[in-house]
């Protein structure tokens, strides 16, 4: 059985930098894609970072290159999303999302999953930039 649960939202000024975690329970980092998404009210969830075949592979949306990292530790059942220099407009509802056995989704979307391809979820765990 697959389960989520993401923590490490805060509030935090711009410029200085969150860790938000997913611990998972049921995926294999080597053949199942993990990523994280954020959302604010009345907008479609987003796309930030998704991480897949033990980490070899990862991807971010434009507004996140060079600010944030996604990673895994497969010890800990852990995916990370590293966020620095964070910025007012990434305020949102961060959730993290699973999808078992990505490889074909994975590439048809040259790792860009849309949130329809992910089919388990966190919670969400919430960050706020202030300026």
């Known amino acids: 059985q697959v389960h989520l649960v993401d923590s490490g939202g805060a509030s935090v000024q711009a410029g200085g930098s969150l860790t938000l975690s997913c611990v998972t329970s049921?995926?294999?980092?080597?053949?199942?894609?993990v990523g994280w998404f954020r959302q604010t009210p009345g907008k479609e969830r987003e796309g930030v970072a998704h991480?897949?075949?033990?980490?070899?592979?990862?991807i971010y949306a434009d507004s996140a290159k060079g600010r944030f990292t996604i990673t895994q530790d497969e010890a800990d059942n852990t995916v990370y999303l590293r966020m620095n220099t964070l910025k007012p407009e990434d305020s949102a509802m961060y959730y993290c999302?699973?999808?078992?056995?990505?490889?074909?989704?994975?590439?048809?979307?040259?790792?860009?999953?849309?949130?329809?391809?992910?089919?388990?979820w966190g919670q969400g765990t919430q960050v706020t930039v202030s300026s």
């Open positions: 991480i897949y075949s033990g980490g070899r592979n990862r």
């Open positions: 999302a699973a999808r078992l056995d990505c490889h074909g989704s994975w590439y048809q979307y040259r790792g860009r999953l849309p949130s329809k391809e992910y089919h388990y």
């Open positions: 049921g995926v294999s980092y080597n053949g199942d894609c």
